[in-house]
């Protein structure tokens, strides 16, 4: 059981997208507990206010420390330590599959979404152990961002998705991207599912896909084939379907970063 307890002003965006699904599952199956805390229920303010001015002036709004802290402070209470907090901000280390894989192993993640401008740096520097990013773009609030990470995270946990070990099999295992999938119908448009597919001959499939793999990843994202080792077998492998400029591309990436 992994939990994740999330600090937001909008807790009814993660019932509704995170009840759904192979999440929505996963949470019914008690193999993940995802929890809302809102922080507006923390103000101390007759209005339920939660944001103020930034000292100094400019634009926007700022969200106060003290429900925050408040909020935070519920959940310390509750379940008597402190957990990990992540505050997902454009400013954090960029979310990918190997960061995914260690924050699996917390059995229970606090995240912190911001709003407004933003949230006053002190309580950042009081509760926040980790901030985390989706990627290089900003949108209207850390709410997204959460439950990508949510979402990331929770299918690494042993027994989420159906078909176990499938996600061992797929994407950014060992950095490559997937192979192509096809179902039926056999023929669509006049583009028929590739024969080696159709003949059965599981180690025959195998390599086929592991050579589609190497070879999207090397024309999609070379940077990520930059990053890894590629053995005689699979460079024999993707040597194979290359011409001659992309053999002399694939040499000159090989071994060294991009
Ligand atoms: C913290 C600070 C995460 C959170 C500022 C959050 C992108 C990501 C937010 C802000 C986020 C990401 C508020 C700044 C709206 C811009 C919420 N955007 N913003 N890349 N936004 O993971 O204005």
Not at 63 to 82: N, R
Not at 128 to 155: F, N, Q, W
Not at 173 to 187: A, D, K, M, N, S
Not at 234 to 243: A, F, M, N, P, S
Request: proline residues 4%.
């Amino acid at each position: 059981m992994m939990k994740f307890d999330v600090l937001t002003l909008f807790p009814e965006i993660f019932k509704a997208v995170m009840g759904e699904s192979i999440i929505g599952r996963a949470q019914g199956n008690g193999l993940i507990e995802i929890n809302t805390i809102n922080i507006r229920d923390f103000s101390k303010d007759k209005h339920r206010k939660v944001d103020d001015y930034p000292y100094g002036g400019g634009n926007g709004m700022v969200m106060m420390v003290q429900p925050i802290y408040d909020a935070y402070a519920s959940i310390v209470e509750k379940c008597g330590y402190k957990p990990r907090v992540i505050y997902m901000s454009p400013q954090g280390k960029t979310l990918n599959q190997e960061l995914a894989r260690q924050l699996k192993e917390n059995e229970h993640l606090v995240l912190l979404c911001g709003h407004y401008e933003g949230i006053d740096e002190r309580v950042i520097e009081e509760i926040v152990d980790e901030e985390i990013s989706i990627g290089d773009y900003v949108v209207t609030g850390g709410e997204l961002p959460a439950m990508v990470l949510i979402d990331c995270v929770s299918r690494l946990v042993p027994g989420v998705l159906s078909n176990e070990g499938s996600f061992s099999d797929e994407s950014h295992f060992e950095g490559l991207l997937e192979y192509p999938q096809y179902t039926r119908p056999y023929e669509f448009i006049n583009r028929k599912v590739p024969d080696i597919l159709m003949s059965g001959h599981h180690a025959n499939i195998n390599r086929w896909r592991r050579q589609q793999a190497l070879l999207r990843t090397f024309r999609k994202r070379p940077d990520l084939l930059s990053e890894l080792e590629l053995d005689k077998q699979d460079t024999d492998l993707i040597g194979e379907v290359l011409d001659d400029s992309e053999k002399l591309s694939l040499k000159s990436i090989k071994g060294r970063k991009m």
